[in-house]
């Protein structure tokens, strides 16, 4: 993901890579000291009334903590992870409190949670605990990896994230600077409309398919049931959780790289994107609908979009869902009311022009978004978008 801090913008780089056994059992070693020391700074955080302040948390959980018994352990590997950890914990803290004072916008911030051996695991290494020789990267106490480059790192890294997913792959991801793009655009604006199965109407007509993903859903589900039958803590359980992360995961990463390849043509070649504030936590609630939209991944495309409008210097809008859209014509503006979900296009009795359903939503999302509006309530309507190109995220 990119994030930005008006100057300084940076983006994520990761690769795979396959550990040796050895490096495999290490690195389970160091995932469990930073989870044990995010949980103890993370205890102590939810007990104290004020928060305790970073140099207090390493002293208390690191320092101190590896000369008693029960955390002697942690001299067992580099201290910078562990560090990182405490460092880490302090930012998640932050970003929830800005959250909670309205200081972010965007997605919302939950407090900062326990970390589960289950989940994914994650060590973080910054200066002084990794380095990059040639192929290799050398991370401290655990030795050289040699991730698979599949696109070159734009500049030095500042840290490096090693994963392991819950399907048991191995990442390296890297925090790099990166220098916003300067290409001009060929349209001044695009509109958007998200739907399921095509997933986007744009307002100059095109249309995006979505990926099927139906095959690997119901994959999914079967298994889940299957599992629903095996024995707690079974062998063959625990290789059906597996075989489910592994679907979740080739779902995931077909679904990326689709959002990626649209979200870089939109913001490439418009000025201005805008696209429409679902309220997907509210579609969720109906259970038919809710596995296809959780599938398509709206508010992923939303985050790609709103990050590379800032690294191509786009603006980027987003209009209230409260936008009556799909009840006004395109052309004329004259507004024809609610339609039932069936009806797939329109002929306005006004102006007599035929429209396809979506293709007159994105053109009335576009409308909205840029400030061409056809009727008194403009002025309102402006005031009810919000443009969220500026923000910074950390
Ligand atoms: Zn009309």
Redesign the pocket.
């Known amino acids: 993901m990119l994030t930005q801090k008006q100057s300084d913008m940076k983006a994520r780089y990761q690769y795979r890579f396959y550990p040796t056994d050895q490096q495999r059992q290490s690195l389970a070693q160091l995932f469990g000291c930073v989870r044990v020391v995010w949980n103890d700074a993370l205890a102590l955080c939810k007990k104290s009334e004020k928060l305790p302040s970073n140099g207090d948390l390493q002293k208390l959980l690191i320092t101190q903590a590896k000369k008693t018994e029960e955390r002697a352990w942690l001299t067992e590997v580099s201290a910078i992870p562990l560090q990182q950890s405490v460092i880490d914990l302090g930012t998640a803290y932050k970003n929830f409190f800005d959250a909670l004072k309205g200081k972010r916008k965007g997605k919302k911030v939950g407090s900062p949670k326990f970390k589960k051996k289950t989940n994914q695991q994650s060590a973080r290494l910054t200066h002084g605990g990794f380095s990059i020789k040639g192929e290799c990267v050398y991370l401290a106490k655990i030795g050289n990896v040699e991730p698979i480059w599949s696109r070159n790192l734009p500049s030095e890294p500042s840290s490096v994230t090693v994963i392991k997913d819950c399907a048991n792959r191995y990442f390296l991801s890297f925090v790099v600077d990166i220098e916003p793009v300067n290409i001009d655009a060929k349209n001044q604006s695009v509109g958007i409309d998200l739907g399921i199965k095509i997933f986007a109407f744009m307002s100059d007509g095109e249309k995006a398919e979505s990926p099927d993903y139906s095959k690997l859903d119901r994959k999914i589900r079967k298994l889940q049931r299957q599992m629903a039958r095996q024995k707690k803590d079974s062998k063959r359980r625990n290789k059906t959780r597996l075989k489910i992360a592994k679907t979740h995961n080739k779902i995931a990463d077909t679904r990326k790289d689709f959002l990626h390849k649209l979200s870089t043509k939109v913001v490439s070649e418009n000025q201005t994107t805008v696209l429409e504030d679902l309220n997907v936590s509210g579609m969720l609630k109906n259970r038919k609908l809710s596995r296809a939209i959780s599938l398509q991944g709206w508010g992923e495309f939303r985050t790609f979009c709103e990050a590379k409008s800032r690294k191509y210097g786009r603006e980027f809008v987003v209009v209230s869902r409260w936008e009556p859209t799909s009840q006004v ?1 395109s ?4 507004k024809w009311g609610k339609l039932d979900l069936k009806v797939r296009s329109v002929k ?1 009795v ?4 035929e429209h396809d359903r979506d293709e007159n939503a994105a053109k009335n999302i576009n409308k909205v978004g840029t400030g061409h509006c056809h009727d008194s309530k403009c002025t309102s309507r402006r005031k009810k978008t919000t443009s969220v190109a500026s923000v910074a995220e950390a």
């Open positions: 014509c052309d004329c503006g004259y306005c006004s102006c007599g022009a």
